[in-house]
């Protein structure tokens, strides 16, 4: 089952991230060549500059999904479909940051920050804040259509398209989802443990992890006890990489993660720490959270009283030991998969660095 | 190479619609079905009631494609691409209102607004506002997905699925190149013609009128002659349909319309109307035209200026030569076309209609 050498070369991280690039870049390249209209290679390049940010985590999960399932030959369809998942998380990624009004992205403007820049004359500020997030908008709708054609263009089989296909719609629908489970529970903190869970599935487990495996596995014609497995592997992982994120947001060191440790904290951000922290708070702990999560200007003094409060109710502790569980469920659930030995070595790997990384 | 009684029949407008909504319903009702996501039937219901107030041009014209070039057999497949692309319009329409911070459609409160509307406890206003936006942001994407989907689970045959995918996505890109053109031209007026004509092109012509009748057509096989045919009756008639609702805009009587005749003075649109009289006019006109169009005060008095300008350099009379000459091109283009007399017969009624109309 396993095919030592072939294999090997593909599970190589920088080796998939550089054909799933290549495959973005002709993509991108062909559309400029045909382009009847001169503003498409302006848009294009917004696309391109976007992408090359990217850490191709999916790219990368589904390249693994396929081999782990015994594919090995003919990997250039595998790659521009992993290519489609990393085009559509650019189009998921421009939208969410308009939703969040978010000013950077990768240490870079926000793709609405800057189409506003690029286009200020003759506007006034609110005007050019608008444009901004419009054009953004119709961006990622773009994104999201040039995704598609990846799909379509990627030289699949009729079999594993049709394979394919479902599992694609599935993972768009989810990730929806999870975007509009996520802005619904915004304006009010909760204390509703399992709700931020099931943003989580949704958001993380579903979308970033269980959906590229299944995709890139189905197109080695994989059946439902590996695609079962796959579940069992990504949920608990996808649960724990997000964990993880509550944590760094809050404890992380500043200069690692490239984030602030406020931020989460003054937008209120709702997490399953502080969803935990809220159900054991006492009557005084629960006013003082209420008070100080959400407040805009909070600083590092009032964020101290917040993180003594999280540990003193053993919030802190019980998302570490829920990390713990999850990743051992992850680990354990490769235990009896049938997947190639390699591909198992390397979902150990990936589940290891989601769940124990300080970035 | 007419068949007379069951084209008639399928070309009759009321039932294409109907057939086009029951693929609608259908599609909607195994969504919410499938459902494990309590949100999704609340989301599935607002895209429904969002759909129902639609005309289902391109519907009609994806039909009347098809029948045209000889289509009469198994219409059910062709009736789902055609609320394909009527759930395509249903995300264009969504995203635009968001765009055009537009507070009503089809005469009911945008997507946005219901959004907000019902969320609006536990929020500020302005949180309020946020979350209508943001959701209605994701609902459009939602929307296009399931396009997508629709499209998908047509039941085309693989042949009739490859000749209609490439018609789609240039439909979807031409789409967004059009809103960003448009988009580009705000925040200025402009005296350039072709400018204006350009946009029509992009967001009418070849989105509303000349995809929609190839992505039929294709469906039926048509060959390169009879898409040259659809593209010399679509492109005029589509930009003779958007200067006939310039003229509306602004001289349009609003019981008929159902939309104020000051919206479109007030917001300073670019229109070939607009750009016509702003190069014709002398230096004095010039400036009154400038000062007048985009003030959002404009009352009916001011309004009369602009009329009385228009109507002084000719610009009316342009307009409604120009949708001569174009409705004049597309029914000549449909003189050799290798189209069924029936559909020849109803391109001929639409291309009346959509030039001639008073609403």
Redesign the interface.
């Known amino acids: 089952m396993t095919a030592p050498l072939a294999s090997l070369d593909v599970l190589e991280p920088e080796a998939i991230r550089r054909s799933v690039d290549d495959a973005l870049a002709d993509f991108l390249t062909e559309k400029d060549r045909a382009a009847t ?1 001169p ?2 290679p302006y ?1 294009s390049g917004l696309v391109r500059d976007f992408l090359s940010g990217g850490k191709r985590i999916r790219p990368l999960l589904c390249v693994t999904g396929w081999q782990a399932v015994g594919g090995v030959e003919n990997a250039g369809p595998v790659f521009r479909v992993a290519a489609c998942l990393e085009m559509f998380h650019a ?1 998921a990624l421009i ?1 969410d940051d ?2 969040d ?1 978010s000013d950077t992205r990768r240490g870079r403007p926000t793709v609405h920050r800057t189409l506003a820049a690029q ?1 200020a004359s ?2 006034s500020p609110d ?1 050019v804040e ?2 901004g ?3 953004a ?2 961006l ?3 994104a ?2 040039w995704s ?2 990846l799909l ?1 263009w990627a030289g699949l089989e ?1 079999a594993q398209l049709a394979a394919v ?1 479902p599992l694609v ?1 599935q993972m ?2 989810e990730l ?2 999870g ?3 996520d ?2 529970a ?3 903190l909760t204390d509703d443990v399992e709700a931020t869970l099931n943003v989580y599935r ?1 958001k993380t487990a579903k979308y970033t992890i269980e959906r590229p495996l299944h995709v890139g596995a189905a197109i080695a014609g994989a059946g439902p006890e590996a695609m079962a497995a796959f579940t069992a592997y990504a949920l608990p992982l996808g649960e724990a990489f997000q964990l993880r994120d509550d944590l760094l947001g809050v404890y992380g060191d500043p200069l690692v993660t490239g984030k602030s440790r406020l931020d989460d904290l003054r937008a209120g951000k709702n997490t399953t720490l502080t969803a935990l922290a809220l159900r054991a708070a006492d009557k005084r702990q629960d006013a003082t959270l209420r008070r100080l999560l959400g407040d805009p200007l909070l600083d590092e003094e009032g964020a101290g009283v917040v993180r003594g409060i999280f540990e003193a109710v053993h919030a802190r502790e019980t998302v570490e030991r829920m990390i713990d569980d999850r990743q051992q469920q992850a680990l354990g659930a490769l235990d009896d998969a049938p997947f190639t030995a390699d591909a198992v070595g390397a979902l150990k790997r990936i589940a290891r660095m989601a769940t124990a990384r300080n970035s």
């Open positions: 209209q503003h498409l848009l189009f939208h308009v939703m009004l286009h003759c506007r005007e608008w444009f997030m419009s054009a908008v119709l990622g709708d773009l999201l259509t598609d054609e379509h009729p296909l719609s768009r629908t929806m989802l975007q509009y489970l802005l619904h915004t304006g009010g949704y």
